[in-house]
């Protein structure tokens, strides 16, 4: 069982960005995926999450409009774009998979990946 994630990096602010997590080993189709998120100093946070069909969608305040979160099962795989970026938007990002009933709780998911650094310059 395995989460990969990819696509961060250095970036300005207003810039965009899109996170990709391959899940593999397992099927995840099922699943409800998310993606967290750990500043500097800070504690990992919800940043949005999508539910097994690919319908409900949730997202953090601070993300809400900025953030959408899609995925596409035939490809194992769970997207971030990320857009409007802002430099408190600096954290590694985590993604994650289970079959979790409140999407916000990191405590939920099952599996986790190993993180991807995004970094936004002012």
């Known amino acids: 069982v395995q989460l990969t994630e990819s696509g961060g990096g250095l970036v300005q602010a207003g810039d965009s960005l899109t996170l990709s997590c391959l899940a593999s080993?397992?099927?995840?189709?099922?699943?409800?995926m998310g993606w967290f998120r750990q500043g500097p100093g800070k504690e990992r946070e919800f940043v949005a999450a999508i539910r097994w069909g690919g319908v409900s969608t949730f997202y953090a305040d601070s993300v809400k409009g900025r953030f959408t979160i899609s995925r596409d099962n035939d490809k194992s795989t769970v997207y971030l774009q990320m857009n409007s970026l802002k430099p408190e938007d600096t954290a590694v990002y985590y993604c994650a998979s289970g079959s979790v009933l409140k999407p916000r709780g990191a405590g939920e998911y099952e599996y986790w990946g190993q993180g991807t650094q995004v970094t936004v310059s002012s």
């Open positions: 080993g397992r099927s995840f189709s099922s699943d409800a």
